[in-house]
């Protein structure tokens, strides 16, 4: 299993980013698919997740209303738009098949970096 996100950079508070994840070795179109981050220091947290058919979505609380996932089963390919960025959203983002960390049984990718300052 292979998964390479990007999209990663530095921006300020209330900015934007999009980030994507390309898959490979597992059949994305039949995986539920998941965004997670983790901040220096602090445990890997669930993010958000989408449904084989992105028609059912789940947001962490503390990222609704301002994340979106997507997902393009011909590119087997996962986004996740970020609005309204805050400085707590800093963190490196990761893609997985599953909707909460506890779930992920494959090996992580290299995550993508985001970084919100002023």
């Known amino acids: 299993v292979q998964l390479v996100e990007s999209g990663g950079g530095f921006v300020q508070p209330g900015g934007s980013l999009r980030l994507s994840c390309t898959v490979s070795?597992?059949?994305?179109?039949?995986?539920?698919m998941g965004w997670f981050r983790q901040a220096p220091g602090q445990v890997r947290e669930d993010v958000g997740c989408?449904?084989?058919?992105?028609?059912?979505?789940y947001y962490a609380e503390p990222v609704k209303g301002r994340f979106t996932i997507t997902r393009d089963n011909a590119k087997n390919t996962l986004y996740l738009q970020m609005d309204d960025l805050k400085p707590e959203d800093s963190a490196m983002y990761y893609c997985?098949?599953?909707?909460?960390?506890?779930?992920?049984?494959?090996?992580w990718g290299q995550g993508t970096l985001v970084t919100v300052s002023s």
């Open positions: 989408i449904s084989l058919s992105g028609t059912s979505l």
């Open positions: 997985a098949a599953g909707c909460q960390v506890v779930d992920v049984s494959h090996a």
């Open positions: 070795g597992l059949p994305f179109g039949d995986r539920v």
